[in-house]
């Protein structure tokens, strides 16, 4: 939890085209503070369509 603040403004910060946050939103929450959920709030959801065979 230590270097998790960082590890996230980092990918945040250097993320293109798309940046996959994974994780418990509480603890995300906790490691990047409000900033974080700010950012988090403003960012659209990725749902990826499945192709039929």
């Known amino acids: 939890m ?3 603040a960082e590890q996230l403004y980092v990918g945040l910060s250097r993320a293109r085209s798309l940046l ?3 994780g418990d939103s509480g603890l ?3 490691a990047g ?3 974080l959920k ?3 709030s403003r960012t659209q959801a990725w749902e990826p369509v499945l192709k039929s065979e």
Do not use: D, I, S, T
């Open 38 to 40: 700010q950012a988090l």
């Open 20 to 22: 996959v946050v994974v």
């Open 28 to 30: 995300l929450e906790e």
């Open 2 to 4: 230590g270097r998790a």
């Open 33 to 35: 503070g409000r900033e």
